[in-house]
């Protein structure tokens, strides 16, 4: 994979094998898929959370986070009065972290840095109690909202696991992000089974959580 990716900068975290339909308003998105089109070959590109940002005419001014994630286009849906996109799917594919951004083109391209998916010092024995947390979690969702969090079959990769978690919890995206830059997947899944305990205090507190489930999810390996 390319280690200069044009950056499409998006309103939440993207984990590898996750896919999610993204919608892109701004020129600077438009550019990248319109490029990406036009080249030919693989659409992938980096997905970048947004920490805060502002609109000045056309040109869209963001602060973003360091580490993101790749991903591939695989459906774009164009606007039916100028054929520009207006939302795409991604699926993620491995993270990176930003060593340098070019910002004189329509749009930012970034050189990355590509980040190995080490597996900690316990990630089977860690994966053992996230996953006995993440189901009582899933269980007190489903009690108090409809259809609930519905699990399937999860995988036994400790990887695959930490990032399935990581996508199918309602969490706030400085959340989703430090579980995107975790150093390894035993300290990701730590990090999981912390943040678990947090939501199953609030849903006791204040039982209000939206439904949702694990339809969008790639059986595409994170590496």
Not at 9 to 21: A, E, N, R, Y
Not at 76 to 81: E, R, V
Not at 173 to 180: A, H, M, V
Request: hydrophobic share 45%.
């Amino acid at each position: 994979m390319d280690s200069r990716l044009p950056l499409l900068t998006v309103d939440t975290v993207i984990f590898p094998g996750l896919v999610l339909p993204i919608p892109v308003t701004d020129v600077q998105g438009r550019a990248v898929v319109r490029d990406l089109v036009e080249n030919g070959g693989e659409l992938v590109c980096g997905a970048l959370a947004v920490r805060d940002g502002y609109e000045l005419g056309e040109r869209v001014f963001r602060s973003l986070y360091g580490t993101g994630c790749a991903a591939t286009i695989s459906e774009i849906t164009l606007d039916a009065d100028d054929d520009g996109p207006v939302e795409v799917t991604l699926t993620g594919n491995r993270r990176f972290k930003v060593a340098e951004l070019d910002g004189t083109g329509d749009y930012l391209v970034a050189d990355v840095e590509w980040l190995d998916d080490d597996l900690g010092d316990d990630p089977l024995g860690t994966a053992m109690v996230a996953v006995k947390r993440f189901r009582k979690y899933a269980e007190a969702v489903s009690e108090i909202s409809r259809p609930g969090l519905h699990l399937g079959d999860l995988p036994d990769d400790p990887s695959t696991l930490s990032y399935l978690m990581s996508a199918a919890m309602k969490l706030m995206t400085p959340d989703r992000q430090k579980l995107l830059e975790a150093a390894d997947v035993t300290t990701r899944l730590a990090q999981l089974v912390g943040l678990i305990d947090n939501e199953l205090a609030a849903i006791t507190a204040l039982p209000s959580l939206p439904a949702f489930d694990l339809i969008s999810w790639s059986t595409l390996s994170p590496n």
